[in-house]
């Protein structure tokens, strides 16, 4: 069966700040996609980066970095420079191939990261 | 571009009870997954409508239900409300052609409270 653990629950940084969020997860599959989502406290989860099985290659975005290595089947996110802004609980899932993704996103129990001024 | 709606926002009902969410899909998007979210806990899937028919489904009991209508909206049905249902809903829709590596657009959610 498939999981997700974050074993971090909460991490608090002051602003300006490297953070890294962990992310572990289980599968069967040779072939599944990872996922990352933020959810401020309005609720909503905003999509933040998907990664397929086959592809190992470390991607940034601006502030954001993602470092996927099967071999400790992880899949972190820093964030550089933190901001305030960027105060939320965060999500790595994990989708199977099999069965064309039918069976949903399995996610992790979320990160709450605090960003202090 | 209209993104996920739901409704209503919140909602509370008594032990019992039965309630039904909506959820609109984002244009394009003809697949509809449902989420459960507890406090503090991460979202779990409850299932998943194509094409008018459930595809797939979470560990969830028979009293979670839903539908799909033609224009791919969706709705969840929860019959003999437990305390333990109180939560947010979740919806999500996305577009089929790439099964599970397709990003799912969600809703800002519903916020269940059983009393």
């Known amino acids: 069966a498939q999981k997700v653990t974050q074993a971090q629950t909460e991490i608090s940084v002051v602003e300006k700040e490297d953070v890294t969020l962990d992310c572990v997860y289980e599968t069967r599959d040779t072939t599944y996609y990872l996922f990352w989502y933020k959810q401020p406290p309005s609720g909503e989860l905003v999509f933040l980066i998907r990664?397929?099985?086959?592809?190992?290659q470390n991607e940034i975005s601006g502030r954001y970095s993602w470092n996927f290595q099967k071999s400790t089947s992880s899949f972190n996110f820093t964030i550089t420079a933190s901001q305030v802004v960027d105060s939320a609980v965060y999500f790595c899932?994990?989708?199977?191939?099999?069965?064309?993704?039918?069976?949903?996103?399995?996610f992790g129990k979320g990160t709450h990261l605090i960003i202090q001024p | 571009e209209t993104g996920v709606t739901q409704s209503p926002t919140h909602l509370i009902k008594t032990r019992g009870q039965q309630v039904t969410l909506r959820c609109s899909s984002q244009?394009?998007?003809?697949?509809v997954s449902w989420y459960q979210q507890a406090l503090g806990q991460g979202p779990q899937f409850i299932f998943q409508?194509?094409?008018?028919?459930?595809?797939g489904r979470g560990n969830f009991p028979p009293r979670f239900s839903g539908l799909q209508f033609p224009n791919y909206s969706s709705e969840l049905n929860v019959n003999a409300l437990e305390l333990d249902d109180s939560a947010l809903y979740l919806c999500?829709?996305?577009?089929?052609?790439?099964?599970?590596?397709?990003?799912?657009?969600f809703g800002p959610g519903t916020r269940l409270t059983v009393l």
């Open positions: 244009s394009g998007h003809n697949t």
């Open positions: 409508y194509y094409r008018e028919e459930e595809n």
């Open positions: 999500a829709s996305s577009p089929r052609s790439g099964g599970p590596n397709n990003e799912q657009f």
């Open positions: 899932a994990l989708s199977e191939a099999r069965r064309g993704g039918a069976d949903g996103l399995t």
């Open positions: 990664r397929n099985s086959f592809d190992e």
